[in-house]
């Protein structure tokens, strides 16, 4: 355990469906984050949250809205997704304001698009 | 975001030292050197940071160039559980960036037995 925990590990969904992405942390870091790792593809930075404040949108999409509640948990909504969203969706989280301070990821949601 | 250029792999076998080199010609007075690595179907495991001075870890330790242009991280033995893609990348402290992490491709460390 990481201390950052995602689920579900796996979810497999139709075009058509709507799911969401749950990630939590209580590490008490101010600061998540959502990263996309395609196959062969470094890892994408989607969102970044700061202090529950939306910071970063690295022109993701609109089929992807995240929520960040407060700084313990974020959320990814999934609606209308593609066979090309098909990737590994994993969660950070850090302080945001500090940069001699690591991130600690998730093990990811396995995400399938059929 | 200031860049980094890492060997696309590298091999070692086990219980021997492995030095993983990156160049960060562009880095700023504020970027720290970040070391993740990413063991297969992981999420990226945070390994070691530093600024201007050489650190150590349980982990590795981390070897900056005076210039702070290019850096080395140092596994010291290693063992089939060190196989991984490593991540070499800066991290702002400055500016309006949130201090983010880019990914790189990284480096693919092959450990043989």
Request: charge should be neutral.
């Amino acid at each position: 355990e990481t201390g950052v925990t995602q689920t579900p590990r796996h979810l497999v969904m139709g075009m058509t469906n709507k799911k969401s992405l749950k990630c939590e942390q209580h590490l008490g870091h101010n600061a998540m984050y959502w990263y996309k790792q395609s196959a062969k593809k470094p890892l994408e930075l989607m969102f970044v949250y700061n202090f529950k404040e939306q910071t970063e949108n690295n022109s993701v999409p609109s089929r992807f809205s995240p929520e960040c509640p407060n700084s313990s948990h974020l959320f990814l909504h999934l609606h209308t997704l593609q066979p090309e969203d098909s990737a590994l969706y994993l969660c950070a989280s850090s302080h945001g304001d500090l940069a001699n301070y690591g991130y600690t990821f998730g093990s990811g949601t396995r995400l399938t698009v059929v | 975001d200031a860049k980094t250029t890492q060997p696309n792999s590298m091999e070692s076998n086990e219980e021997e030292p492995v030095h993983l080199p990156c160049n960060h010609s562009t880095i700023s007075g504020t970027d720290y050197i970040h070391w993740y690595r990413q063991l297969p179907s992981q999420g990226p495991e945070y390994v070691i940071h530093g600024l201007t001075s050489n650190v150590n870890n349980r982990m590795a330790s981390l070897a900056i160039a005076e210039d702070r242009k290019s850096s080395t991280l140092i596994l010291h033995r290693a063992t089939l559980r060190d196989a991984a893609v490593y991540y070499c990348i800066l991290r702002d402290a400055g500016g309006t960036s949130y201090g983010k992490l880019t990914f790189g491709q990284g480096t693919i460390l092959t450990v043989h037995p």
